[in-house]
Nanobody, 121 residues
């Protein structure tokens, strides 16, 4: 069974940076897209970024596209979300999710448990 585990969340000051990691196990994801979502307190879960199976297509939410960078290393069974210039609006629990398609389509089939990011002075 495919499992995804996020890590890297922390308390960070505004303007700081974090790199989140998502490690896959139980099944390979070489041919499938990986998405990152976040859910802020009292808010709906929102897709932040998504990357296709071989990194030929990457999607970012408009509010993060100049600050976040999504990448993956299939040989290491890991996806990354580099987050720069963080602001309090980025405070949320961040989740990675595996899709059932090569390109990002929203066909989510597995979720990680989440990692908490808090941006505050």
């Amino acid at each position: 069974q495919l499992q995804l585990v996020e890590s890297g969340g922390d308390l960070v000051q505004p303007g700081g940076s974090l790199r989140l990691s998502c490690v896959f196990s139980g099944d390979g994801l070489d041919y499938y897209a990986v998405a990152w979502f976040r859910q802020a307190p009292g808010k709906e879960r929102v897709r932040v970024a998504c990357i296709s199976g071989s990194e030929d297509t990457v999607y970012y939410l408009d509010s993060v596209k100049d600050r976040f960078a999504l990448s993956r290393d299939n040989a290491k069974d890991t996806a990354y979300l580099q987050m720069n210039s963080l602001n309090p609006e980025d405070t949320a629990v961040y989740y990675c999710a595996a899709e059932a398609t090569y390109y990002c389509s929203g066909s989510l089939r597995e979720w990680g448990r989440g990692t908490r990011v808090t941006v505050s002075s």
